[in-house]
């Protein structure tokens, strides 16, 4: 079987695989200095930084967004740089998104888990807070932090009729109104019909990885031209695949301005 196919089975959990030979790890390739973007004077936001998987240099969906000295982690994936979280949220379960090794590294008892039912299930057997959520929830958790989940899922199968992330587990995504600044988190999806219905977002993490488990580069930049954020940030892509940053870059509209970190 194709390694990729092997991969996304795993990831899936579709068939009962041996996952050893997946490893997860800083990648040489992270840039050592973390790379901040800067909302409204006082929101920072920061990916955690290249990532080996599998001995591929990947940018995974993995952010870090302090505010007033709160700080939340969205799907961390080796964390070199572990400041406890007071929120972690996680948008499905799939080894990429979802790191019991990372969650470990950066909780306080205080750390809230805010995450779908698949991923609460998973944690059952660990001590720590959790708040399930499923697409459409939305809910306040201090003053300055609203949360609405959003449906994240594919359209296209991967691989025959087999989708990596389908409508029925409830993946989500995320989008964070912080102190009236509003980040929206895709999570895993295509560019779906419930889209159409968001509004007012600064800052987007967008996937731009394709090969059916993602938006492609067209679809992502289609999502961000539709949303016309201030700011759009691609993620989920190998890091030799280049060439498909800079497609993103010349798809997006002038007055959007993207930032590609590492």
Request: glycine share 2%.
């Given at each position: 079987m194709h390694k990729k196919a092997i991969i996304l089975f795993c990831f899936a959990g579709t068939f009962?695989?041996?996952?050893?030979?997946?490893?997860i790890d800083v990648s040489d390739k992270r840039n050592p200095t973390p790379q901040i973007i800067l909302l409204n004077k006082h929101i920072e936001v920061?990916?955690?930084?290249?990532?080996?998987?599998?001995k591929s240099d990947f940018f995974p969906s993995s952010f870090r967004i302090k505010e007033n000295g709160k700080l939340v982690y969205i799907d961390p994936l080796a964390v070199d740089i572990p400041d406890l979280?007071?929120?972690?949220?996680?948008?499905?379960?799939?080894?990429?998104?979802?790191s019991i090794k990372d969650i470990k590294k950066i909780s306080k008892p205080e750390?809230?888990?805010?995450?779908?039912?698949?991923?609460?299930?998973?944690?059952?057997?660990?001590?720590?807070k959790i708040r399930e959520v499923k697409p459409g929830d939305s809910f306040y958790l201090d003053n300055n932090l609203k949360v609405e989940a959003m449906d994240a899922y594919n359209l296209?199968?991967?691989?025959?009729?087999?989708?990596?992330?389908?409508?029925?587990?409830?993946?989500?995504?995320?989008?964070?109104?912080?102190?009236?600044?509003?980040?929206?988190?895709?999570g895993d999806t295509d560019y779906i019909p419930e889209m159409e219905n968001i509004r007012d977002i600064n800052l987007i993490l967008v996937p731009i990885g394709g090969d059916n488990l993602t938006m492609n580069v067209e679809d992502a930049a289609r999502l961000v031209n539709?949303?016309?954020?201030?700011?759009?940030?691609?993620?989920?892509?190998?890091?030799?695949?280049?060439?498909?940053?800079?497609?993103?870059?010349?798809l997006i509209d002038k007055s959007i301005e993207v930032r590609v970190l590492e």
């Open positions: 009962i695989l041996s996952c050893k030979f997946i490893e920061s990916p955690t930084g290249i990532t080996r998987i599998s979280a007071d929120y972690i949220f996680i948008t499905h379960p799939h080894l990429d998104h979802f750390t809230l888990i805010i995450c779908p039912k698949r991923v609460a299930n998973k944690l059952g057997d660990y001590n720590y296209k199968p991967a691989l025959l009729w087999f989708k990596a992330h389908p409508k029925s587990k409830q993946n989500v995504g995320y989008v964070l109104n912080i102190d009236s600044v509003r980040i929206y988190h895709t539709q949303l016309k954020p201030e700011i759009c940030f691609p993620m989920h892509y190998e890091i030799k695949e280049r060439s498909n940053v800079d497609r993103f870059i010349s």
